[in-house]
């Protein structure tokens, strides 16, 4: 199997605070993961794509300094939301892809992010 | 550029019909399909995939096609059920790890 895991899957938190979302390889290593935000009722919009101890790329209009990702391991990336503000409450996905080459993306379970 | 459309929802159905959702692509090459599946409040489910013309992918009681001359990929299932009630999204990978998504079409299955 493909597992991949989301923490936490739902937060509420306050105007101007960070918030930290994980995403978990859990049965295998991921050579890449990808963060996605889908607004409701939408399509899911791709914000970056992180490679283990490299940098994050980022989609044209994603602010980089506002979504942290970090990707330290081949099982781990974080995404962290930085001075959240309303409008940042969304729903955010991850994916991770296996090194075997086939480009399937394996998709957590998502978090529900709620900015007060 | 790039992109996927499928038909707006909702579709509503009653249990028991018959589901079409329609998928076109626009591309260059020969890109993998696929079909996700999400239920309300989760993250995406891979449905089923084709990742050559005429390839037909399936997975329970649904069914589509790989049709390169159409650039299509149509989900069919010949009997939903109330549990199939999701949002379904069709998707293409070409070459690379990049999924590019279609808008998603909410299924609701009536009993």
């Known amino acids: 199997g493909a597992v991949v895991s989301q923490h936490p899957s739902r937060v509420i938190c306050k105007s101007g605070t960070s918030v930290k979302i994980e995403c978990r390889s859990l049965?295998?290593?991921?050579?890449?993961m990808f963060w996605y935000r889908q607004f409701p009722k939408q399509s899911l919009m791709l914000m970056a794509t992180?490679?283990?101890?490299?940098?994050?790329?980022?989609e044209q209009g994603v602010e980089k300094d506002k979504f942290l990702i970090n990707h330290a391991s081949l099982t781990l990336s974080t995404l962290t939301v930085t001075s959240a503000h309303p409008e940042d409450s969304s729903f955010y996905i991850c994916?991770?892809?296996?090194?075997?080459?086939?480009?399937?993306?394996?998709f957590g379970p998502g978090t529900r992010l709620t900015v007060t | 550029g790039d992109s996927v459309t499928q038909m707006e929802g909702p579709v509503t159905l009653s249990e028991e019909a018959f589901l079409t959702i329609n998928c076109t692509y626009t591309?260059?090459?020969?890109?993998?399909l696929f079909w996700y599946v999400q239920y309300p409040g989760e993250g995406l489910q891979l449905l089923l995939k084709?990742?050559?013309?005429?390839d037909k992918g399936s997975n329970k009681g649904f069914e589509a096609t790989y049709r390169k001359e159409t650039t299509s990929f149509h989900l069919e299932k010949g009997s939903v059920q109330v549990s199939d009630s999701a949002v379904y999204f069709c998707?293409?990978?070409?070459?690379?790890?990049?999924?590019?998504f279609g808008g998603g079409t909410r299924l609701m299955v009536k009993p």
């Open positions: 994916s991770a892809t296996k090194p075997s080459g086939s480009h399937e993306q394996y």
């Open positions: 049965d295998f290593q991921a050579t890449t």
């Open positions: 992180s490679n283990e101890g490299s940098k994050a790329t980022y």
């Open positions: 591309a260059t090459g020969y890109p993998s």
């Open positions: 084709a990742t050559k013309a005429d």
């Open positions: 998707a293409y990978n070409n070459a690379g790890n990049m999924l590019t």
